[in-house]
């Protein structure tokens, strides 16, 4: 069982920068074999695959659509995913979600590979 709380998300204007968190809870040994994923899913469209870590070793994913916008980083010690967002665009506004599945790729894509999920933080950004 991982449960996970997402927070950060807000209102920003086109060209600024948010960072998410997703706080992870679950026994260690379980923690260590997992992949967390952002997702995000804008109004009237399909959730889609934004990034995705390695919690043991570190690897990273990302959609092309946000290579070199975005950023995603694990802190181990604070149990905590982070995706750290750039010039922001109001394309860029959905209610991004964390997940997570057992297993170390990277490269699951979707919604159907994860098996927890968050309850959603909402980016808006204003043009």
């Known amino acids: 069982q991982v449960q996970l709380v997402e927070s950060g998300g807000g209102l920003v204007q086109a060209g600024g920068s948010l960072k998410l968190s997703c706080a992870a809870s679950a026994r260690p040994l379980i923690l260590y074999t997992i992949a967390i994923a952002w997702f995000r899913q804008a109004p009237g469209k399909e959730r889609e695959f934004v990034a995705a870590i390695n919690y043991f070793g570190g690897s990273t994913y990302y959609a092309d659509s946000v290579k070199g916008q975005f950023t995603i980083t694990r802190d181990n010690a604070k149990n905590t995913v982070y995706l750290q967002m750039n010039d922001l665009e109001p394309e860029d506004t959905a209610v991004y979600y964390c997940?997570?599945?057992?297993?170390?790729?990277?490269?699951?894509?979707?919604?159907?590979?994860?098996?927890?999920w968050g309850q959603g933080t909402q980016v808006t950004v204003s043009s």
């Open positions: 997940a997570a599945r057992v297993g170390y790729s990277v490269t699951a894509l979707t919604t159907a590979d994860y098996r927890y």
